[in-house]
């Protein structure tokens, strides 16, 4: 009598358990009402009999799209059921078409929805899967604009016109010499951290953002960071080397969404749209140069005047008095030597030889400032007991080459105010 209670009461056990599983998989999910819908959705469109049997044999089931080149399995379709169904127009979310011909141009199959959009793509829950009120989500759904920062993950940012933010970030990043500090694919300065990953989880996440940044970049915290390192370099530790650039709010937005498409995690070569830059050779021209990586700490056109805390000259010497150092006291002489060098000629060995008066002192004096450029140089303080300058000149050894190193001179020497000295004379 009492084995046969036990196995009853087991067996009503194991049938409770199955039931629940069966419920929590089957009837207590968010994704079955959704693809119920789009069936009954389907029922409504129909307009023949072969219509009418494809809808009748729609199965209510686990969907999703894996693409094992991309590391991703995304179950996103298993509520946006109709993504790529065109009659899905005047239907409620998430079964929706999907807007556009983004589509068209991208083979669902192959990409998935993840790789543009973010968001969990295994999770099952809107919640999970949007990452959106999950605080602190790795990668949370991304709303406009931050779409465009996925773009250029296979696109180059010069062959889409449609990524006008992303643009407008990255010249911003180039012209106003962030790299003087940060590296970037290793090239660019030591004194900040790298920019390179920036984009990939929230492993530079040094502070908590506030609440109110949050809510308005829909609690993508990665996003919201990127946003006020860029907006107010003193929401970071008090006294920080970073300038404020006094960017407006647009500026600000772009730049956001170009350092958001940073990131590690490089897509396969059969994946990208174009040959991506980088890969192509560079042309070296010498004031891009220096707005990429100079202009942050010596100034606008090199005319200095960057405050740098106890430090000797109290501001980052200008360098657009290059030519009075190398003893070149006449335009055509500062010219010359200006030309030669962009060229790519080394003036310490042509022959024959550079053509300028005082040649021995312009060449060490060249020397001397190549030096500088290639060893770099710490900032010496003012008050010996004061707290150390914030900013000290990097060593470019390994960042620049002989030949920009040279072109960075040879724009620095066309800088030279000559006009002013005589009309103060
Ligand atoms: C469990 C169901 C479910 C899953 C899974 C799901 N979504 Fe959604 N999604 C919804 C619903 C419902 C909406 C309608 C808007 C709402 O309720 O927030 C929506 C809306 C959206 C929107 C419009 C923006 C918005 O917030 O309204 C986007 C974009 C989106 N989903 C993308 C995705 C992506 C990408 C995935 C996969 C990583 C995904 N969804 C997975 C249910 C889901
Ligand atoms: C190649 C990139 C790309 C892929 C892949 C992609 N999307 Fe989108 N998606 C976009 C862009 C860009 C928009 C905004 C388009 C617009 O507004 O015209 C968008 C818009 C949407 C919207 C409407 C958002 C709104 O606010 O109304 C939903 C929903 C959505 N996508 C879901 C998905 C789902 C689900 C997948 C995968 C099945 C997917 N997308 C795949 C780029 C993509
Ligand atoms: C996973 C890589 C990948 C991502 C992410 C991606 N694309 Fe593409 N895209 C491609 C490839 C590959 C092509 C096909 C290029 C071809 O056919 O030559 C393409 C084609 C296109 C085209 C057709 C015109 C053309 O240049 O061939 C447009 C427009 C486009 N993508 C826009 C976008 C936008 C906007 C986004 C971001 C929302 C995006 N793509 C994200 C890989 C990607
Ligand atoms: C003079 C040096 C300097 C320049 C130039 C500079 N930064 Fe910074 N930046 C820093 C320092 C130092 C930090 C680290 C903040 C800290 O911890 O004090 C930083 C932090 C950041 C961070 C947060 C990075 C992280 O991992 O926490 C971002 C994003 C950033 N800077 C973007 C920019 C952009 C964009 C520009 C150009 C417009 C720029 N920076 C120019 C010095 C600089
Ligand atoms: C992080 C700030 C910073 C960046 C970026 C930077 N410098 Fe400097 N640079 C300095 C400081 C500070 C000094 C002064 C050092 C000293 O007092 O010895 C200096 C000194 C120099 C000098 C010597 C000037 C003189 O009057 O003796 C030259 C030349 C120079 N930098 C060139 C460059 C070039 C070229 C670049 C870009 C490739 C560059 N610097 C980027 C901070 C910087």
């Known amino acids: 009598m009492k084995t046969e209670k036990i196995i009853l009461i087991s067996s009503l056990i194991l049938i409770a358990v199955l039931l629940a599983e069966a419920y929590r998989e089957n009837i207590n999910n968010e994704w079955q009402p959704f693809q119920k819908l789009?069936?009954?959705?389907?029922?409504?469109?129909?307009i023949d009999k072969?219509?009418?049997?494809?809808?009748?044999?729609?199965?209510i089931k686990m969907r999703q799209i894996v693409v094992p080149e991309l590391n991703r399995v995304d179950r996103c379709v298993i509520c946006h059921v109709g993504i790529e169904d065109p009659r899905m127009v005047n239907v409620p979310q998430p079964i929706k078409v999907h807007p556009g011909d983004i589509l068209g141009d991208h083979e669902l199959e192959k990409v998935g929805c993840t790789v543009c959009h973010d968001g969990q793509g295994r999770a099952v829950t809107k919640k999970e899967a949007h990452g959106v009120s999950v605080a602190f989500w790795e990668k949370p759904l991304m709303y406009p604009p931050f779409l465009e920062s996925n773009c250029v993950r296979c696109h180059n940012v010069e062959s889409l016109p449609e990524l006008t933010l992303v643009k407008k970030g990255k010249d911003l990043f180039l012209r106003n010499g962030c790299l003087g500090c940060h590296e970037l694919r290793g090239k660019g300065g030591n004194l900040a951290p790298e920019l390179t990953n920036i984009s990939d989880a929230n492993i530079h996440l040094k502070h908590p953002?506030?609440?109110?940044?949050?809510?308005?970049?829909?609690?993508?915290?990665?996003?919201?960071?990127?946003?006020?390192?860029?907006k107010q370099p003193g929401a970071q530790p008090e006294?920080?080397?970073?300038?404020?650039?006094?960017?407006?709010?647009?500026?600000?937005l772009a730049l956001t969404v170009f350092l958001k498409g940073l990131s590690k995690k490089e897509v396969p070569i059969s994946y990208l749209a174009e040959i991506q830059e980088?890969?192509?050779?560079?042309?070296?021209?010498?004031?891009?140069?220096?707005r990429k990586?100079?202009?942050a700490?010596?100034?606008?056109?090199?005319?200095?005047?960057?405050?740098?805390?106890?430090?000797?000259?109290?501001t980052v010497p200008e360098l657009n008095i290059l030519a009075e150092r190398m003893f070149l006291d006449?335009?055509?002489?500062?010219?010359?030597?200006?030309?030669?060098?962009?060229?790519?000629?080394?003036?310490?060995?042509?022959?024959?030889?550079?053509?300028?008066?005082?040649?021995?002192?312009?060449?060490?004096?060249?020397?001397?400032?190549?030096?500088?450029?290639?060893?770099?140089?710490?900032?010496?303080?003012?008050?010996?007991e004061g707290p150390e300058p914030l900013l000290h000149m990097p060593s470019w050894a390994k960042g620049l080459s002989d030949k920009d190193i040279d072109s960075i001179i040879a724009y620095l020497l066309t800088l030279y105010p000559w006009e002013q000295e005589e009309t103060s004379e």
């Open 239 to 252: 006294i920080t080397a970073m300038p404020d650039f006094n960017f407006s709010e647009e500026e600000i």
């Open 278 to 290: 980088g890969k192509q050779p560079e042309t070296v021209h010498g004031e891009p140069l220096y």
């Open 330 to 384: 006449e335009p055509e002489n500062a010219n010359k030597v200006s030309e030669l060098l962009k060229n790519g000629v080394d003036i310490t060995k042509m022959s024959p030889k550079l053509d300028v008066p005082k040649r021995g002192r312009v060449l060490a004096q060249y020397r001397a400032i190549r030096n500088v450029i290639k060893r770099g140089s710490p900032a010496g303080k003012a008050d010996p």
């Open 209 to 230: 953002v506030s609440e109110e940044l949050l809510d308005r970049f829909h609690h993508n915290a990665n996003i919201a960071y990127i946003y006020e390192s860029v």
């Open 297 to 314: 700490c010596h100034g606008t056109d090199a005319k200095g005047g960057v405050k740098n805390i106890n430090y000797i000259k109290r």
């Open 38 to 46: 789009y069936k009954k959705e389907l029922k409504k469109k129909a």
């Open 293 to 295: 990586y100079c202009v």
């Open 50 to 59: 072969k219509e009418q049997k494809l809808a009748d044999n729609y199965e």
